[in-house]
């Protein structure tokens, strides 16, 4: 696959967080992008399931499996959106470990965070990254500007494919953050986001 087509949308994106999440003296702090962004690419991954097997008549039921917890909220899982989420080809967790591989940083433990996130469905702290500051929650993330930047990811994004516009993203963050942020802490809390946005039911936000 050639990438160079998804890049204009994911530095668009980029750049619009970079922009919004700057504070008045010009400081972007680390952890919030990286958590922002790995939640969008995770919410991507659903997004992207969803518009390739939702079809007429089709229900949520047939395509995920789905957690509903004491309150009422939806939380999507399965191995149709896990294969975009951590998969081998153009997964967020590939776009992520390609930086790791590059610079020689150790592998975050992905299988861990399936474990804990999945967890936490439902619980007081799920959307909060483990051992982290971040600006907001990974919910609150979404709500604020997956349909504000959705525009953009489509102008380079086939059907199926917001999820490799965001995986760009999530390098260019990387690589913006890892002055600051060892890699393999920007892994982390990238994939821990993404593994939490990608669960999420956007009518519960």
């Excluded at 999440?21 to 680390?30: A, I, K, N, T």
């Excluded at 939806?74 to 998969?87: A, Q, R, S």
């Excluded at 999530?170 to 890892?178: E, L």
Aim: hydrophobic share 40%; glycine share 8%; proline share 2%.
């Amino acid at each position: 696959m050639e990438l160079e087509q998804y890049k204009s949308s994911a530095f668009e994106i980029f750049d619009r967080l970079l922009r919004a999440m700057r504070s008045p003296e010009g400081y972007v702090h680390p952890q919030s992008l990286l958590c922002c962004i790995g939640s969008l690419a995770g919410y991507s991954c659903q997004q992207d399931v969803r518009k390739l097997f939702m079809t007429e008549g089709v229900q949520e039921e047939d395509v995920f499996t789905v957690f509903t917890d004491k309150s009422g909220r939806k939380y999507f899982y399965g191995d149709i959106i896990d294969e975009k989420l951590v998969g081998n080809n153009y997964s967020v967790w590939s776009f992520t470990a390609g930086v790791l591989k590059k610079y020689n940083e150790p592998f975050t433990d992905v299988g861990e965070m399936l474990r804990y996130t999945a967890a936490n469905a439902g619980g007081a702290s799920f959307g909060k990254i483990r051992n982290c500051t971040t600006g907001e929650t990974v919910q609150s993330y979404i709500k604020l500007l997956w349909q504000p930047l959705l525009p953009i990811a489509q102008k380079s994004a086939g059907r199926g494919e917001l999820h490799i516009v965001f995986g760009l993203c999530i390098q260019k963050a990387m690589m913006t953050c890892k002055s600051a942020v060892s890699l393999s802490e920007c892994a982390r809390i990238i994939m821990e986001s993404a593994l939490t946005g990608a669960r999420v039911d956007f009518k519960d936000l």
